[in-house]
Each structure stands twice: as structure tokens, then as C-alpha cells.
């Protein structure tokens, strides 16, 4: 058994999250989770609302609350959003907490301490109609060095090179596009260019990662700039050195805030465990991995400024936290586009997941991002291809080989039948089941999802093919073949369940009742109000308890265990869905 560290990309709590952000930070992340889990290993998933910066400022003003009022309805919206897609949180809680203050402000220390944070006299942006400052991802401009046209504030998308906004040319504003004043201001930065050679160290040792990840990354370390820490803000966590912690208008820049939060989630975790130094088992053990998702668009946060930010802070002294584990993987997926066009709320292309989960299941959403999803490529959600993936693969090959072989069972023998000798054919079915436990395993353990549901939906075809073969419903005058035959059959849907579990686990908890069992196979989150550890207001958590489960491992049936006629255990949709979710859509 290992430890293992799912630290889960924080969504932004400006509004609701779509169907592309959480096939990018939730599913993924969830799959492999799962899958560590009924594997033996312990695992620690963790994340939150990442809730500071202007753009919640700019979002509170367009709907007349304050920052804490609109991180506080948002950070509930996404809560329950991620609890109906069976996301398996050890802590999901948010970045306004006492508990994540104290550990971004011990961890600025010990960079600032150990020489890695320095103060500039810079150029900041500020809206000439509001006075407020423009965060970097808040402009946009022509890049310096490839000239795209939409090259951000922060870094060009095009290029993948870090930038300043007053580097843009034409730089504009995003919020109503005016040109941006640039002041002189004083802030911190984060000194990138000291770790440019522990990072191409580091990077060198990271076998198996995604190409894109790896070469994006060795791409931005040829080009390394200090970057802010800090930022003209009114909202954020205050800055920890004499003569700025009481300041009103400086605060630690989100960005950097935000990546701090995979260990002060951990650090929360551990403290409401009863048990505050449990977080270390993950933190500063050698042997613990930790795995980080997220969208392509914050791979530079994660395999550049949060390693740089964990040597800093552990080198040459090691602030109070003790030294901490750098990350084992950065597991980023691509784009999700929607009918060929970029999700955008403003033009209405886009499905939050709020409203998916009204109108659909949310296994059919998880099985979607999992088999067609933007693994190692963009790719394309079309209303088509998830009714096509959900009637002709769910409901018609896992779905029907469920029913057909529980009800026909139920109808002959109401229970699960005894087996009698079996043939060359069953032993091979059997055998070729028990093999995916290590095919399937293998594929999830390295991230490949699409390949290991793929694999696992090919075993599902193997025991369609062997049902059909056999025919036990021709075997009315030849009853204890029968009773092998859906002996077989139901020990290859006990196994399959399991294979399929990580993907889909509200099925999978169904599908283990319809085979008589009992107790819980497929773990769930429940949301908890908490009270802030440090005196603050109280919030929901996602949280629970995963030591209960099924094991990735084989499990032989129970001859004699009562069966009943099945319910069906997904949906089929109707072709008028596809016209439906599309009139939804604007032109």
C-alpha cells in the first residue's frame, strides 16, 4: 500500500461550472481516486472554491453583492454540483478560511525568508473608468514574441511565454474593453529564474508523464521571469511582512493563493481527522505520490510555479512545515469544446453542470468524459454523440447484458444459480474477465482512462457475445446447464461491475443490489456544514468515507443469494433530446 495524493485543480467560485470544467479537474481526478482506493492505497483527494482576486470583485459588482456574498452562494452551487456527479472528496472546502490564510502566509514567509521573494517597482494596470486594478488574465493584446491577437496578460496561449500585461501591444480590456492605464506600483514576485536548473532536474526524472505536459512545460523554463505575487487588491489574503499586513489595498495575487491550497485542504483534512499532523504521511513521506489534475490552461501553475514555489520554501531552511514533497505527476487534460464552438456563458454555448444533472444521469456525463473525453486532445461534446454513446453502449451493451441476465435468472431459479461442470467456453469467459482486473488496472494507473474504459467495455462485449452464444433461454429442457450458463454470465456482470465501478459508480452501487447485495460498494460524498477552525463563518465540505467499498480484486458469487426482476439501470433518451439541448443553444 502507498499513499497517494489527489490534489484536484480548485474551480473558480465566479459563477457555475460547466460540463468542460469538470471533464478536465472532476472526473479525472475521481476515476483515478477510486480506482487507488479499491486498489489498497491510501488516498488523499482534496481541493475547494478558489474564491480571491478582481474577477470576483468584477463579478460581485455586475450582481450588486460583495465578494463574500457571491463566493458564498457559488462555493455552495459548485458543492452540490460536484456531490451529484459522485465526485469522492476526502475535503473539498474553499480558500477563505482561516486555516488556508495561515498556511499561504507561512509559506510566502519562508520563500521571502529564504531569499526567493523580491520586491519590484513595477507597471500595473488599471481601469481608467473604475480605478481598480485589471487582473492579468483581465487583458488582452497582441503577443510580443509569436503576434497572436489574444495573447493574455499572464502568458500567451499561442506561445505558451510568460508575459506582463504592459508587454501586450494594443493591450484591451476584456470587462468593456478599454485601454488600460499602466502606474508605477511596488509589489513582490516570486524569484522563477532561481529554480530554472532544479526544474529541468526534476523535469528529467518525470517518466510517463503526458507529452504535451512535459514538453509545454520544458518549453516555459527556457524563458523564466520573476513573477507577481502580489497585486493591487481589495480581496485576497493580506500580506504577512511588517509595514503590509494591514495594508487595504495589496494582497496576495489568487494565482499564487490558489496552488497553496492542494496543502492547506490537507492540512484542514487533518486537523478535523483529530489527527493534525496526518497531512504529513502525504507531504514529506519519500514514498507518497501525489497526482494533480487540471485544464491544460494551468499546467504552468503546476509543473513550474507550485514546484518552484515547494523548493523555495523547503531550501536552504525549511520553514515550520518541514520540507514537502514535490508532485509525482501533472495529469492535464485538453479542451472541451461544445457542437465545434468554446463553451461560453455569454453566448449561451455551454451546459452548466447544475442543469446536465437535472435532465440526465450523472453516470452518462461521467461515461462520456471518460470514453470520448479531451484525455490527450481537444474534443467535441455534441448532443448526437451523447445520445449515441449513451443508448448504443450504456443502455444497449452494459445496461442490457444486466437485465437480461438477472431477469432471466430471477424468472428460472429466483436466486443466483449453482454451476455445474463448466466448459471450455465458460472457462475462458471467466478467465478473460479476471484478466481485465490487471489490463484495466494497469490503464488507470497511468492515467490512460480512455483506453482502460475502452478495455473494459470490450470485456463487456466478450460476455455479451459468450450470452448470446449460449442462449440459456433455449436450455428450458436442460436446466442445469442453464443454471451454469447464468452461473457464468453473472459472475462476469459481479466482475464487470467492478471494472466499471471508478467510471460509473451510481451504477455500480445499483447494479450491486440487483445481484443481492448488500452494504455499500461504491462510496459516496455527503456535504457537511462545518464550522470555520479558526472562528470563522461556517460552509459546506464535501467529505467521506472510502474505507468501505468494493476491492479491485475478483469476488465469487454466492449461489443461493435471492434474485428479483431488475429495474433498468440507465436511461435510453429520445432523438427529440438532441433538437431540445440544441433550440438551447444560441445561433
Not at 460540463?19 to 483527494?45: C, E, K, N, Q, T
Not at 457537511?528 to 460552509?539: A, I, K, P, Q
Amino acid at each position: 500500500m502507498s499513499r497517494v495524493l489527489a490534489a484536484v485543480a480548485w474551480p473558480y467560485a465566479n459563477g457555475p461550472r460547466h460540463i468542460g470544467h469538470v471533464s478536465g479537474f472532476g472526473v479525472p481526478s475521481d476515476v483515478f481516486s477510486r480506482y487507488m482506493r479499491m486498489a489498497g492505497h491510501d488516498v488523499l483527494m482534496v481541493s475547494g472554491t478558489d474564491e480571491h482576486g478582481t474577477p470576483i470583485q468584477v463579478q460581485a459588482d455586475a450582481e450588486g453583492v460583495t465578494p463574500r456574498e457571491l463566493v458564498d452562494r457559488y462555493n455552495r452551487v459548485i458543492v452540490e454540483d460536484l456531490h451529484g456527479l459522485g465526485l469522492s472528496y476526502d475535503l473539498f472546502t474553499r480558500t477563505t478560511t482561516g486555516n488556508h490564510y495561515r498556511v499561504v502566509q507561512e509559506l510566502f514567509q519562508g520563500l521571502y525568508d529564504n531569499g526567493y521573494i523580491i520586491a519590484k517597482t513595477t507597471l500595473g494596470a488599471i481601469s481608467p473608468s473604475t480605478g481598480r486594478t485589471l487582473p492579468d488574465r483581465y487583458i488582452e493584446g497582441t503577443c510580443p514574441i509569436c503576434g497572436y491577437d489574444s495573447a493574455r496578460g499572464d502568458q500567451c496561449d499561442n506561445c505558451g511565454n510568460q508575459l506582463d500585461p504592459d508587454q501586450l501591444i494594443d493591450p484591451r480590456s476584456k470587462i468593456n474593453g478599454e485601454t488600460p492605464e499602466f502606474v508605477e506600483t511596488e509589489h513582490f514576485f516570486l524569484d522563477l529564474p532561481a529554480f530554472a536548473d532544479q526544474l529541468n532536474a526534476w523535469l528529467d526524472t518525470r517518466d510517463g508523464w503526458r507529452p504535451n505536459v512535459l514538453k509545454f512545460s520544458r518549453n516555459l523554463i527556457d524563458d523564466l521571469q520573476p513573477r507577481a505575487i502580489t497585486r493591487d487588491l481589495e480581496w485576497g489574503v493580506p500580506i504577512p511582512l511588517d509595514g503590509w499586513r494591514g495594508r487595504d489595498d495589496k494582497r496576495i495575487y489568487v494565482w499564487f493563493d490558489a496552488v497553496i491550497g492542494y496543502l492547506s485542504a490537507s492540512i484542514e483534512w487533518a486537523r478535523r481527522s483529530g489527527d493534525p499532523d496526518a497531512w504529513r504521511q502525504w507531504w514529506q513521506d519519500p514514498e507518497a505520490q501525489g497526482y494533480y489534475f487540471m485544464g491544460k490552461d494551468n499546467i504552468v501553475f503546476h509543473s513550474v510555479i507550485w514546484p518552484s514555489i515547494l523548493l523555495g520554501y523547503s531550501s536552504p531552511e525549511a520553514g515550520s512545515l518541514g520540507a514537502l514533497n514535490l508532485p509525482t505527476e501533472v495529469v492535464s487534460s485538453e479542451y472541451l469544446t461544445m457542437e465545434g464552438r468554446k463553451f461560453s456563458s455569454s453566448r449561451r454555448v455551454v451546459i452548466y453542470v447544475r442543469d446536465f444533472l437535472e435532465r440526465y444521469d450523472a453516470d452518462a456525463l461521467r461515461y462520456f468524459i471518460a470514453v470520448a473525453g479531451p484525455e490527450s486532445n481537444d474534443t467535441d461534446f455534441t448532443w448526437a454523440e451523447f445520445r449515441r454513446r449513451n443508448n448504443d453502449e450504456l443502455v444497449a451493451g452494459w445496461g442490457n447484458l444486466v437485465n437480461r441476465s438477472i431477469s432471466m435468472a430471477a424468472k428460472n431459479f429466483g436466486e443466483i444459480p449453482a454451476a455445474g461442470e463448466l466448459t471450455a467456453e465458460d472457462e475462458r469467459l471467466l478467465a478473460a474477465v479476471r484478466a481485465g482486473f490487471d489490463s484495466v488496472g494497469r490503464l488507470l494507473g497511468k492515467h490512460r482512462q480512455k483506453a482502460a474504459i475502452t478495455e473494459a467495455m470490450r470485456i463487456v462485449g466478450e460476455v455479451n457475445k459468450y450470452f448470446s452464444d449460449q442462449a440459456p433461454w433455449k436450455l428450458k429442457e436442460d436446466k442445469a446447464r442453464m443454471g451454469t450458463v447464468l452461473h457464468v454470465a453473472l459472475q462476469a456482470v459481479r466482475d464487470c461491475n467492478t471494472l466499471l465501478t471508478p467510471f460509473l459508480p451510481h451504477a455500480a452501487q445499483k447494479i450491486h443490489g440487483l445481484l443481492g447485495g448488500t452494504g455499500v460498494h461504491a462510496p459516496m460524498p455527503e456535504i457537511v456544514e462545518v464550522e470555520d477552525l479558526d472562528n470563522g463563518r461556517s460552509y459546506p465540505v464535501l467529505t467521506g468515507d472510502y474505507t468501505v467499498g468494493a476491492k479491485w480484486e475478483h469476488v465469487a458469487i454466492e449461489p443461493g443469494t435471492p434474485l428479483a426482476a431488475p429495474t433498468p439501470v440507465f436511461r435510453k433518451l429520445d432523438e427529440s433530446i438532441v433538437e431540445e439541448e440544441l433550440a438551447r443553444l444560441e445561433p
